[in-house]
T-cell receptor
Framework: DTGVSQNPRHKITKRGQNVTFRCDPI?????LYWYRQTLGQGPEFLTY????????KSRLLSDRFSAERPKGSFSTLEIQRTEQGDSAMYLC?????????FGPGTRLTVT | KNEVEQSPQNLTAQEGEFITINCSYS?????LHWLQQHPGGGIVSLFM???GKKKHGRLIATINIQEKHSSLHITASHPRDSAVYIC???????????????FGTGTRLKVLA
């Protein structure tokens, strides 16, 4: 399957721990997006990469959040010192231009 | 007020019924997207529209650019159509070149056998 993949699918962590998620986009896509989705809500934009350059970050992305896309391929999203409010589904999407293709998401639970 | 509004928020239908989900938006867009999300999280793109009407199987999507409104119709609904249907609009951010989606909150559809 050559779709967008995300790992891990589920992560349970204790408050204060650091977590890292990975997204592997569709190989020919140069655009990569991270979104956060809480229960009963639509996804909210976090950040956007074009190739390896991070071109936009939402104000939702506090200093505890960092994202990278080395070499313009896979991307990682790290959350430091997790808080219970970080519990959500973290979605990755990639595109070549207009249409975005979504990964299955990583569900984070902070206890 | 959200930039993308959907109605209804929740919908229960009997198998075979004709279903309509509505989406209104208040911003300039490049395109409008209808997405389907099943429990477990994965989002699948159903339609991308910039004008008119598209049909795929039992699904029909329409958009009225002047009224900033779109509808998703499901004919002959089936329990396997049960999912969350999300309307999203895409727009280009001139300053960064970002092509970004803005999502509605979704319509939770349950089709009963």
């Amino acid at each position: 399957d050559t779709g967008v993949s995300q790992n891990p699918r589920h992560k349970i962590t204790k408050r204060g721990q650091n977590v890292t998620f990975r997204c592997d986009p569709i190989s020919e896509h140069n655009r990569l997006y991270w979104y956060r989705q809480t229960l009963g809500q639509g996804p909210e934009f976090l950040t956007y990469f074009q190739n390896e350059a991070q071109l936009e970050k939402s104000r939702l992305l506090s200093d505890r959040f960092s994202a990278e896309r080395p070499k313009g391929s896979f991307s990682t999203l790290e959350i430091q010192r997790t808080e219970q409010g970080d519990s959500a589904m973290y979605l990755c999407a990639s595109s070549s231009f207009y249409e975005q293709y979504f990964g299955p998401g990583t569900r984070l639970t902070v206890t | 007020k959200n930039e993308v509004e959907q109605s209804p928020q929740n919908l229960t239908a009997q198998e075979g019924e004709f279903i309509t989900i509505n989406c209104s938006y208040s911003v300039g867009i490049s395109a409008l997207h209808w997405l389907q999300q099943h429990p477990g999280g994965g989002i699948v793109s159903l339609f991308m529209l910039s004008s008119g009407k598209k049909k795929h199987g039992r699904l029909i999507a329409t958009i009225n650019i002047q009224e900033k409104h779109s509808s998703l119709h499901i004919t002959a609904s089936h329990p396997r159509d049960s999912a969350v249907y999300i309307c999203a609009v895409s727009q280009i951010q001139v300053t960064s070149g970002t092509y970004k989606y803005i999502f509605g909150t979704g319509t939770r559809l349950k089709v009963l056998a």
